[in-house]
């Protein structure tokens, strides 16, 4: 189906819990935030039940997303009954890494296609102070897991933030000796704001995508390696996402930009968002939610049907440059 944009919207991504192994300093503060309760989270049946019902509406491709789903009980399971539903033709899922090493096997044979693994840099000590808890030789072992086991594609996520000072060249090199395809994300302005508490987001620290390509390349040329030039057609990593993708020649993967500020592609956008607490947002950066929950547990699924309609309808043309949400991004889902 189309929203009232004329959009076709068949992609879900769907958090399966607020609850994160990491405190990462742009998602949540140090002491984390307030848990939901049991009941007031989705059980594994009731999303079984919604994805059916999305379906409907012509979604065809699912993300789980949290905090971090590997934590969630029963996400194996979950897997497999989403891969043997009629109708959901791909199953992926953004995860730090952490739990890969012991799941990525039973994952994979669930049905799950491809994974996202997030990581913001690649010092040690940075990592421990970006995600307050963690440490990266984990997140760094379930890269190898994913690619072990067979996943395609295995995406890796850095959210590039200006006071973090990330080396973005040796991030962009990993793809050149593994089918790696780093991806570097603008920050974006989804919950606090340094206006509202001091920290959190802030304009000072989004480094446009046409920027870090030019200082990636100037490193690269220092080095003297070749820059980054266009990925087109079958070169381009599987996904349905907005990337930009580049590659260094030869590489084995790809270098790719997701700009959500600086190059906005709200027009294109093919997404609906459904959060641990079973809210369906139309966009990320809108605080509009419909309690799809609610209406599972009171209507049914025909119920259910009719939250998706009137999430297509208020599903606005684009972000318009809003700052700050009522909710944080572990509380959404990424």
Known sequence: MRDGHGRVIDYLRISLTDRCNFRCIYCMPEDGVDMMSHDQIMRIEEIEAIARVATRIGIRSVRLTGGEPLVRKGVVELVESLSDMEGINNISLTTNGVLLPQMASDLKRAGLSRVNISLDTLDPAQFTEITRVGRIESTLKGIDAALENGFNPVKVNAVTVRRLNQDFLEFAKMSINRPLHVRFIEYM??????????????????????????????????????????????????????????????????????????????????????????????????????????????????????????????????????????????????
């Open 189 to 334: 302005p989804v919950g606090e704001t340094s206006e509202d508490a001091g920290t959190g987001w802030g304009k000072e620290d989004v480094i446009p995508s046409e920027e870090l390509l030019e200082v990636i390349n100037e490193r690269a040329a220092a080095e003297g390696l070749p820059g980054l030039v266009p990925v087109e057609g079958e070169g381009k990593p599987l996904g349905w996402g907005p990337a930009r993708y580049f590659s260094f020649p030869g590489a084995q993967g790809t270098v790719g930009f997701i700009s959500p500020l600086s190059r906005h592609f709200c027009s294109e956008c093919n997404r609906l968002r459904l959060t641990a607490d079973g809210k369906l947002r139309p966009c990320l950066f809108s605080d509009k939610e419909i309690d799809v929950r609610t209406a599972l547990r009171e209507g049914g699924e025909d119920a259910v049907y009719e939250c998706f309609l009137e999430a297509l309808d208020l599903k606005p043309d684009e972000h318009h440059d809003k700052v700050g949400t009522e909710r944080k991004m572990s509380q959404i889902g990424g």
